[in-house]
Structure formats: C-alpha cells, structure tokens
C-alpha cells in the first residue's frame, strides 16, 4: 500500500506562488507515477502535471504549462508542484496520486491506484 500526503495549499493572491508537496509512505516503487490532478468546484479531475520515480520523464497540462513545475526530492519520497503566475481559475482542491500509468494514460485519473486526501488551494483576484 501506499500512503500520500498532500500539504501546502491555502490562500494567495492572482499572481503569486504556493508549493504543494506530496509525502509518500508504505511501499513504493521506482517504476510507479505519481501525478498532480485537480478539482474546481462543480467541474471534474483534471490533470495538472506528473513524475517518475526515476528518471527524467514528466509531462504537464497546457493549462498549466509554463507556470507550474513538478519536482521530486527521491530521499524524502516527495513530489512537489512548485505553482507560479496564479489565477482566479487554479482555484481547486489539489490531489496527488500514484500508479503504474502506461505513457498514454498518465493524464486519466482512472489509471492512478493511490490517492491523497486533496488539499484546498484558493486564489484571490
């Protein structure tokens, strides 16, 4: 099993910056996936960005993309959203997850095995 903590979210302002962590506990593997996906209210999952374990491989949405970098720090098994440049609609609850996603499925939040409890982040314009 897999445990993630999501940590980091709360109240900025349009156009400032907050950095999301992800700590990951139990058994983990450095073949597994761990993405970023997001939640508006009344709106579904929607991808925001995801890391390996090992090696270089990430990718981001284009909503995104630009303004918030996924990082990994392996020792402290932890996944960060470094989130810059933010607006009114990066207003979500904040999730990360892990699996074993094939390079097609990354972006689907059905081909993640291990969700964290969210963490609500809120921008003010």
């Known amino acids: 099993q897999v445990h993630l903590v999501e940590s980091g979210g709360g109240l900025v302002q349009a156009g400032g910056s907050l950095r999301l962590s992800c700590a990951a506990s139990?058994?983990?593997?450095?073949?597994?996936?761990v993405g970023w996906f997001r939640q508006a209210p009344g709106k579904g999952r929607e991808f925001v960005a995801a890391?390996?374990?090992?090696?270089?491989?990430?990718i981001n949405a284009d909503s995104v993309k630009g303004r918030f970098t996924i990082s990994r720090d392996n020792a402290k098994n932890t996944v960060y959203l470094q989130m810059n440049s933010m607006n009114f609609d990066d207003t979500a609850v904040y999730y990360c997850?892990?699996?074993?996603?094939?390079?097609?499925?990354?972006?689907?939040?059905?081909?993640?095995?291990?969700w964290g409890q969210g963490t609500q982040v809120t921008v003010a314009s």
């Open positions: 890391i390996r374990w090992s090696g270089t491989s990430k």
């Open positions: 139990g058994r983990t593997f450095s073949s597994q996936t």
């Open positions: 997850a892990a699996g074993f996603p094939d390079s097609v499925r990354m972006v689907v939040p059905g081909a993640y095995t291990y």
